[in-house]
């Protein structure tokens, strides 16, 4: 089958590779219909993501259909599903807990040994462990680009904001690529305040202001001043970082939160450390949170609101590629030439 693999820094490829087959009762095989590449695709992309080795087919974000499966998968052949981009085995005292990322049997797909060691999505089929907690019956008139972001940015982003924000509180997000752009549009539709959007790049800071947020350049000003003279003189409520990385942007969500706020790590680090800002964090009585994304939790919740046309996300959206363009979108999307660029597979 064809998919895309990784070859090294900065270099992917669509090859011929082996068809995933059942390992387990709890397995299920899916036909991809469409698969799409990540921002956290680009640090594997750019060599960053220790024990992603040459070979290992990218990609944790897909829709589909079940295709075949083990005897303990509760969704019969034909079943359109959308997967979670992480797995859970939905039976560990962390998934009993609700605590789905933290499952001592799950992984990501396409992340290497670290994280389970799964083929990744950006393929015509993926193995799917633990189908009956890792997948999601979708209905048939819901779009697939809006299916595709329930199972990663759509519900990390919902996870986030959610259990934070309270109706009318100030929110700034760091960041306005995918996660950050689908971060905004949650608390817009949740019900915030002021929505405040501070990222460098002019292209996405117009498409935050599409959805109704104050656009804030660093290049042009301070963003610190920005956001307070947005929020009386106190800095944001609830502050969402959508960058990871090295770390700089999720410095600058410290500075940007009111007293008695809340810092949201949303974006996928790179770095081991962080130098946390303790004294001023404990003055100000900052609660900070940082996690994978709490997938199965609140895709539910995510799903039925997109059913409903509250949440439509695919305006993040920027190209559609066919699975054999993939190193295309790859090369477009890390030269900041694209938002987020779905790969075209059934």
Not at 93 to 111: E, N
Not at 168 to 190: D, K, N, W
């Amino acid at each position: 089958m064809r998919a895309v693999v990784y070859q090294g820094p900065f270099q992917v490829a669509v090859q011929e590779v082996e068809e995933p087959r059942l390992f387990e009762e709890t397995d299920a095989l899916v036909k991809v219909e469409l698969a799409a590449i990540c921002g956290s695709d680009l640090h594997i992309y750019h060599g960053k993501i220790a024990g992603v080795a040459p070979g290992m087919v990218l990609g944790h974000e897909f829709v589909g259909r079940v295709v075949e499966r083990g005897s303990l998968v509760p969704f019969p052949v034909g079943t359109r599903v959308v997967g979670s981009f992480h797995v859970a085995c939905g039976d560990c005292p962390m998934c009993q807990k609700g605590r789905y990322f933290a499952c001592a049997k799950g992984g990501v797909y396409g992340f290497g040994v670290a994280l389970g060691n799964l083929q990744g999505a950006q393929a015509e089929k993926v193995r799917v462990p633990f189908a009956k907690t890792s997948l999601f019956p979708i209905p048939e008139d819901l779009p697939a680009e809006e299916a595709i972001l329930a199972g990663d940015i759509l519900s990390t982003a919902y996870g986030g904001v959610r259990p934070h924000l309270e109706p009318g509180q100030s929110v700034a997000v760091v960041g306005s690529g995918p996660v950050g752009l689908l971060a905004q549009h949650v608390a817009h539709v949740l019900g915030a305040g002021v929505v405040l959007a501070v990222d460098p790049d002019e292209r996405r800071l117009e498409k935050a202001k599409a959805l109704g947020s104050i656009p804030i350049s660093p290049k042009a000003t301070d963003p610190v001043r920005a956001v307070k003279a947005h929020t009386e003189g106190l800095g944001a409520d609830l502050v969402v970082e959508a960058v990871g990385g090295e770390g700089e942007a999720l410095g600058l969500a410290f500075r940007l939160a009111a007293p008695g706020g809340s810092v949201l790590s949303l974006g996928v680090p790179t770095a081991e450390r962080f130098t946390y800002p303790w004294l001023a964090a404990f003055s100000k009585g900052i609660a900070f949170r940082s996690s994978l994304a709490n997938v199965p939790r609140w895709i539910r919740e995510v799903l039925a609101l997109q059913k409903a046309g509250r949440l439509q996300g695919r305006f993040v959206f920027s190209h559609r590629l066919a699975l054999e363009e993939a190193p295309l979108g790859y090369a477009l999307f890390d030269r900041k030439e694209a938002t987020k660029v779905a790969l075209l597979v059934d």
